[in-house]
């Protein structure tokens, strides 16, 4: 940790140019272990693959000669205003990037302007985040203990001013995954398959959902939805956010890409509720394409933890600007000037034309730059 500690701060001091740059020096900050923690799926990792590939399928249709001199990609999720459609997903032990922790990513949200969302697998603890960086902010609970547990949390983390609560529903088992099995590696949350602590996780049905609701006053995301009858589901017991993702192809393997997933729970929804959707989504014009599908916004959840590993929180801010950049521009050029304008007549499935991978959307890594 010392090491990644000096590595962190000397980092913070570059200002990087692109995303490349970022991670780069991610993976040069990184111990293996705890890069294959990040970059690593399940089984195959053929989800993880699915993900990019899936982004990479869905091409744009761009329309010309519409005004675009001035662009409006601003909104907000859950009362919070956001300055670009995007979310910083939970990611488990987002510590072992940067020693701030969730603290840190806390830091980069609230400077740039969007919304994240804490895991309960991070450090500091959600009460210590929610104290050092006051403000709006999700907090994602996996169930480690019974019902009268699971409300404790739920209670205290409305009296320490989160703003919403999110429950992951495709986590109710650990899965394999053979980066770290092969190494002999455990994540700091000690979870690994078999493990006992999912036991609650794994009882969790439709009714959890119905009593978060009947009995607490904060609104309610449900990740982890991937067909159209899950959505619907959502929507009759009044989930207030529909969370489209395979989390990150890091637990059922050989699952469709979540933009693939995307349209049929849009459709399911039926503008009743926001979608957020994530799942290999890594550039400007990713999210532009999951926007022009239906989403009301878009996860980045490896990009967070790249970013945290190249920098800590200023390095996450760069991202963030970056993207940005890369919305900006991808809206001018599609001929769109708001997010009301993109629609579905805006992109087209057809072959990806590179190969996909984990980190295929940076094609410069290999190069010398």
């Excluded at 993880?48 to 907000?76: K, Y």
């Excluded at 609560?165 to 995954?177: G, I, K, M, V």
């Excluded at 190494?183 to 996780?201: C, E, L």
């Excluded at 039926?270 to 999951?290: E, Q, T």
Aim: charged letters at 20%; glycine letters at 8%; a negative charge.
């Amino acid at each position: 940790m010392t090491e990644l500690r000096t590595a962190v701060t000397e980092q913070t001091l570059q200002e990087f140019r692109t995303l490349h740059e970022i991670v780069r020096a991610a993976q040069k900050n990184l111990e293996r272990n705890h890069w294959d923690y990040l970059i690593g799926g399940a089984d195959t990792e053929t989800a993880v693959v699915r993900n990019r590939a899936g982004v990479d399928s869905w091409v744009f249709r761009p329309r010309i000669l519409n005004d675009v001199s001035q662009i409006q990609a601003s909104t907000e999720l859950l009362g919070t205003p956001l300055r670009i459609p995007v979310v910083l997903p939970p990611i488990g032990s987002v510590q072992v990037f940067d020693p701030l922790g969730g603290t840190g990513v806390a830091r980069a949200a609230a400077e740039f302007g969007v919304l994240q969302i804490l895991s309960s697998s991070c450090l500091p603890d959600f009460e210590e985040v929610a104290a050092e960086v006051p403000g709006p902010r999700i907090y994602q609970l996996y169930l480690m203990g019974d019902q009268g547990w699971m409300d404790d949390n739920i209670s205290r983390a409305i009296e320490a001013g989160y703003t919403g609560f999110c429950l992951t529903a495709d986590t109710q088992t650990y899965s394999r995954r053979e980066r770290d099995l092969l190494k002999g590696f455990t994540p700091p949350s000690g979870r690994r398959p078999g493990n006992a602590d999912f036991a609650h996780q794994a009882r969790m049905t439709w009714d959890t959902v119905a009593h978060i609701k009947s009995d607490f006053d904060i609104p309610l995301v449900v990740k982890g939805v991937n067909v159209a009858e899950d959505a619907r589901r959502c929507v009759e017991l009044d989930v207030d956010v529909v969370y489209v993702s395979n989390h990150g192809g890091r637990q059922l393997d050989h699952t469709r890409s979540c933009i693939d997933a995307l349209p049929e729970v849009v459709n399911a929804v039926d503008g009743r509720k926001p979608v957020v959707v994530d799942g290999g989504f890594l550039r400007g014009a990713d999210v532009v394409k999951a926007l022009c599908l239906g989403a009301s916004a878009v996860g980045m959840g490896r990009l967070e933890g790249l970013a945290m590993a190249a920098g800590g929180s200023r390095a996450l801010v760069q991202a963030l600007e970056i993207i940005e950049r890369e919305i900006h521009i991808s809206m001018a050029l599609l001929g769109a000037y708001s997010l009301e304008s993109l629609s579905p007549s805006m992109v087209e499935k057809t072959t990806p034309v590179i190969a996909p991978g984990v980190l295929s959307a940076f094609q410069l890594l290999s190069e010398d730059y």
